[in-house]
């Protein structure tokens, strides 16, 4: 695998290019046996695994501090799992394909994870910009219809420009900085959008305590939500419009507070239910695993397990919201009669129907509504700016890596220019 098949724009560097496992320790990583239980017992070596790759989606992060889950020192003894140093560069190879960071202090990798200990002729932060210039192109050469893999043997192939180390470093340290002034536009934006969102939040937050949920006497604050919401049917058609729906696994805190969906192109084969534009979409099979949000545009929609409108004059996307709320507080899985933990299984109508939710005028839900109607198309534009963002960033790495300008003179430059938080 050549460096022009892998990343043609390294034909451009000043400098000669290396297979990096000639100046880095090329390594891997391994999962203990779950038949084991001892091996998880004690788990005190964090492990990255492809449930850390989210840290990494947006570049910002370049140092990993901290992995969602351990594993035990019996566990890497009796497993191919290595224990890597701090400064260890990884790599994403399976799955989520091309995502790279930098170790913190000494970490283990699961499988899907190539790692490079640098030597003395390799800085690490400059290994690590490069495999950031790379990241389109590995995600390209990926190999796989399932799930994507980039296999090691090619891996051994992979190849950098190789400046004197002083001069990686200066590369390096400059990338820092501008790098770094771009990512801070990006924080200011998200930052304005997120408070946004929480205002709202905070709106319907206020609406739920005063109902005093799970109170009998609350009177007149809490009704059944087949008394606020009416579930409609409507026979599934051929269309090939954009419908908003929503991932699994959405109903987080983040996602809570940009209480959005993405946009997909219906099949042209009939599935799931048929949902128009200010829909209250319920999609998903367990309450906190699933997502619940509104519609923005018609179309097919699967799998969806309830497609809602409100009675008389309430407003969709304030109940969108409150039950997106509902869900992540776990208010919503305390009426589940499952035996798994946060399970609430959405099709069934009858119990869903039931549940008691918060009332509030209609006056309320137009003035929450029209809040959120405002805001939400500032996603779309955040999202733009983001890749614009992203395209620029890309381009200042990989002319810097492989020698474009001198570091030295541009240092301080604008590479911000045109853009603005």
């Known amino acids: 695998m050549s460096e022009s098949r892998v990343a043609p724009w390294l034909a451009s560097s000043r400098w000669a290019t290396v297979p990096i496992r000639l100046v880095a320790r090329l390594g891997s990583g391994h999962t203990p046996s779950r038949s084991k239980p001892e091996y998880w017992e004690g788990c005190t070596i964090p492990w990255i695994t492809l449930a850390d790759v989210w840290q990494l989606r947006s570049g910002q992060i370049r140092v990993i501090a901290e992995t969602k889950e351990k594993i035990s020192p019996l566990g890497v003894a009796n497993s191919a799992a290595v224990e890597h140093p701090a400064g260890t560069v990884i790599l994403s190879r399976t799955a989520s394909v091309g995502f790279s960071a930098i170790m913190g202090s000494e970490m283990a990798t699961s499988q899907d994870f190539a790692t490079w200990t640098c030597g003395p002729k390799l800085d690490h932060r400059y290994l690590l910009y490069t495999l950031r ?3 389109p192109d590995l995600k390209r050469i990926a190999m796989g219809s399932t799930h994507k893999t980039i ?3 090619d891996i051994e192939q992979l190849k950098i420009p190789l400046p004197p180390p002083e001069e990686q470093q200066r590369i390096a340290d400059f990338l820092d900085a501008e790098v770094g002034k771009l990512d801070a536009i990006v924080r200011s934006r998200s930052q304005q959008y997120e408070l946004l969102n929480e205002r ?8 739920i305590g005063r109902s005093e949920l799970g109170d009998p006497d609350s009177g007149e604050s809490l009704a059944a939500m087949r ?3 009416r579930k ?3 026979p599934t058609a051929h269309t090939s419009e ?3 729906a929503f991932r699994d696994g959405q109903v987080t805190a983040r996602s809570l507070r940009r209480a959005d969906g993405y946009t997909n192109s219906a099949s042209a084969e009939p599935q799931g239910q048929h949902v128009l534009a200010g829909d209250v979409v319920v999609h998903g099979l367990d309450g906190f695993a699933g997502a619940i949000g509104t519609s923005e545009a018609a179309g097919n929609c699967s799998p969806v397990n309830h497609v809602m409108f409100p009675q008389g004059e309430g407003d969709s996307l304030y109940y969108g919201r409150l ?3 509902l869900a992540l507080q776990g208010y919503l899985t305390g009426f589940s009669h499952s035996t798994r933990e946060r399970a609430f299984d959405f099709r069934n109508w009858d119990m869903f129907g039931r549940i008691p ?4 005028s209609v006056d309320e839900q137009r003035r929450i509504g029209k809040q959120i109607k405002t805001v939400r198309p500032l996603r779309g534009k955040l999202d733009l700016f983001s890749e614009r963002i992203a395209e620029r960033r890309q381009a200042l790495v990989t002319a810097a890596v492989t020698g474009q300008f001198d570091v030295s003179t541009a240092s301080g430059r604008n590479v911000t220019e045109g853009i603005t938080a």
């Open 323 to 325: 039950l997106r709320i």
């Open 133 to 135: 210039g790379m990241a």
């Open 151 to 153: 296999y090691m043997p």
């Open 227 to 229: 008394w606020l919401l």
């Open 232 to 234: 409609v049917t409507r």
């Open 242 to 244: 954009v419908v908003t």
């Open 357 to 360: 939710i918060p009332v509030a």
């Open 200 to 207: 709202i939040d905070s709106q319907v937050l206020r609406i």
